[in-house]
């Protein structure tokens, strides 16, 4: 599921929040977090990163730098709790140059 689709410069690096508030209940928390990015427009580029990933009981930060301008991204964030829910959800990224 595509969650949010942002636009963003080569140079910027910013972070980038998912609250799972609504979907943890019973005590649950997250208890590991995976991403993976790929490149809708050229499957060979790998310029976009997501360099730091940081979790709370209840929120995703996802820290995101780089992308070649003209090019769409697509990250794949997983989530898991302590009761082995999972969840899966995309932030697609599209990057300019000024």
């Not at 943890?24 to 990933?53: H, S």
């Not at 730098?65 to 302590?82: N, S």
């Amino acid at each position: 599921m595509i969650l949010e689709k942002y636009e963003k410069q080569p140079w910027e690096r910013a972070d980038y929040d998912t609250t799972f508030q609504d979907w943890l209940n019973g005590g649950d928390v997250i208890d590991a977090v995976t991403a993976t990015v790929e490149c809708l427009t050229d499957p060979a580029d790998t310029t976009l990163v997501v360099d730091k990933i940081e979790f709370t009981a209840d929120r995703v930060k996802l820290w995101v730098e780089g992308g070649t301008a003209g090019q769409r991204y697509k990250i794949t964030a997983r989530v898991t709790t302590q009761f082995d829910r999972r969840d899966e959800y995309e932030l697609v990224f599209k990057i300019k140059d000024a």
